[in-house]
């Protein structure tokens, strides 16, 4: 089951690391101005996007199995069509790593199918909800 609950919500949110695949460089979009705002809040945000060197002052990587560092959240900015890709490769960090135990599906964005395939695996999944929405309303 995906996570809906605020207690299973405010866990995702008491991490530190937060993979965002599809981090922009467009201060205009989303998907940049959600990243900086929860690196503002303290975590640690490692952009993924491989038309980018460097998104909110960070290296980006072109892809989430290129981030060396241990990854708590992978927050997805991406159609839901390519999210079964996305969490596929969760999964397989998840495997390899023992990190990445977390997907984070922002507003607009889901695919039951994938989520259910990446909780049978022990991740937890978040769809369609956004990160700094629930992060003002039950920590702000």
């Known amino acids: 089951m995906p996570i809906t609950d605020d207690a299973g919500l405010e866990r995702a949110l008491s991490t530190e690391t937060i993979a965002v695949v599809g981090c922009s460089t467009n201060e205009e979009k989303a998907a940049h101005r959600i990243p900086a705002y929860l690196q503002r809040h303290g975590y640690r945000v490692i952009p993924v996007n491989p038309f980018a060197d460097e998104v909110l002052g960070e290296p980006a ?27 596929e ?27 259910a395939a990446a ?22």
Do not use: T
């Open 119 to 140: 909780e049978a695996e022990g991740i937890d999944v978040i769809q369609d909800r956004c990160m700094k929405v629930e992060h003002g309303r039950l920590l702000g």
């Open 61 to 87: 990587y072109d892809e989430l199995a290129d981030v060396d560092e241990e990854v708590d959240v992978v927050n997805v900015f991406r159609p839901s069509e390519e999210v079964p890709e996305i969490l």
């Open 89 to 115: 490769a969760v999964r397989d960090r998840h495997a390899e790593r023992g990190d990445a135990g977390i997907a984070w599906l922002q507003l607009g964005i889901s695919h039951d199918e994938a989520a």
